[in-house]
């Protein structure tokens, strides 16, 4: 089955880095993503990577891939009061029909 | 380009009652998805439709039915409302093969409290 998991909150101080971290169970999915959502509003992609790669950057951001373990990580590099919102890892699989979202992560950043 | 529009924003509505949500999109995508968002449990698909005319079940159907209405717009209704139905309702759409990484793009939300 399709299960995306994460942990549910995280603190961090403005300036540092933030990581949030996923786990995902479907070995065929091909591409992963990360949503951002800000409160009352829909989600919107932030980036993501496809199952060949192991890294990917873009600009603040940072995705891992470990692949073997199957874990998914978001790094933001100088974290901003404006980068406080839920984030959630998705996974499409194979098929290239339901995409499966994690439970999200709440990204707190203390100024 | 308006993107994925979902009207109504709110809605409260009393035990037994019956409405639609309705989602609309002018991106000329085939798939469309309805998503609830329970606090602690992330989206869960409720239903999707892969092009107009066909619809499939999600995750958690179960209350609710669909229309694949056109293209464009795919209606989410609750023929008889229950309180374990108050959540946040996302619509949302998706390109297919030709884009380059099947990003969905959500509404922004219907937030229905069922007394």
């Known amino acids: 089955g399709e299960d995306v998991e994460q942990s549910l909150f995280l603190s961090v101080r403005e300036g540092d880095s933030s990581v949030i971290n996923c786990t995902y169970t479907d070995s065929s999915s091909t591409y992963l993503y990360w949503y951002k959502q800000e409160p009352g509003a829909g989600l919107q992609l932030l980036t993501y990577?496809?199952?060949?790669?192991d890294m990917k950057q873009d600009q603040r951001l940072t995705v891992l891939l470990n692949k073997k373990d199957k874990h998914l990580s978001l790094r933001i590099a100088d974290t901003q009061t404006g980068d406080s919102a839920i984030y959630f890892c998705?996974?499409?699989?194979?098929?290239?029909?339901?995409?499966?979202f994690g439970t999200g992560t709440k990204l707190q950043v203390i100024p | 380009n308006a993107g994925v529009t979902q009207t109504p924003k709110f809605q409260v509505l009393k035990t037994g009652q019956s409405m639609t949500l309705q989602c609309a999109q002018d991106m000329n995508h085939n798939s469309m998805y309805w998503y609830r968002q329970d606090p602690g449990m992330g989206l869960r698909l409720i239903y999707y439709s892969a092009s107009e005319g066909t619809t499939d079940k999600g995750e958690v159907p179960n209350g609710y039915n669909v229309s694949r209405l056109n293209k464009r717009e795919f209606s989410l209704r609750l023929e008889s409302a229950a309180p374990s139905q108050t959540s946040v309702y996302f619509c949302a759409s998706r390109g297919d093969s030709g884009d380059s990484n099947y990003e969905q793009y959500f509404g922004p939300g219907t937030r229905l409290t069922v007394t």
């Open positions: 990577i496809f199952s060949n790669m």
């Open positions: 998705a996974e499409l699989p194979g098929g290239y029909q339901k995409v499966t």
